[in-house]
């Protein structure tokens, strides 16, 4: 007879993920909370402090928190050309450098 044990969690990674201001910082995490993970089998909690999206991985084998780390990674490039492109602040102070430069 099968038990229904609960889910643990071994494995867990943080990530700070700078930004150049806090607005930056709460775009990214309006967008990439939008997604929710895909298995039960991985936890993962987004939140925005000053200038900094902070990401909290838990798995519970190493191969889960690792393919679900490289899908984060490939929405936060996402996210990052998107603002990089359509942004206008982005646009400006890239603008600025180039003329400082």
Same mark, same amino acid.
């Given at each position: 007879?099968? &038990?229904?044990?609960?889910?643990?969690?071994?494995?867990?990674?943080?990530?700070?993920?700078? $930004?150049?201001?806090?607005?930056?910082?709460?775009?990214?995490? +309006?967008?990439?909370?939008?997604?929710?993970?895909?298995?039960?089998? !991985?936890?993962?909690?987004?939140?925005?402090?000053?200038?900094?999206?902070? !990401? +909290?991985?838990?798995? &519970? &084998?190493?191969?889960?928190?690792?393919?679900?780390?490289?899908? $984060? $990674?490939?929405?936060?490039?996402?996210?990052? %050309?998107?603002? %990089?492109?359509?942004?206008?602040? !982005?646009? %400006?102070?890239?603008?600025? +450098?180039?003329?400082?430069?």
């Amino acid at each position: 007879m099968a &038990t229904d044990s609960p889910l643990t969690y071994p494995c867990s990674l943080t990530l700070d993920v700078p $930004f150049p201001d806090a607005r930056l910082a709460n775009v990214a995490l +309006q967008a990439l909370r939008v997604d929710k993970e895909l298995s039960a089998l !991985v936890q993962r909690e987004l939140s925005a402090a000053d200038s900094t999206l902070k !990401v +909290q991985y838990k798995a &519970t &084998t190493n191969r889960m928190l690792r393919v679900a780390v490289n899908s $984060f $990674f490939d929405s936060l490039a996402l996210v990052l %050309e998107v603002m %990089e492109e359509l942004d206008e602040d !982005v646009i %400006e102070a890239r603008k600025a +450098q180039e003329k400082t430069s």
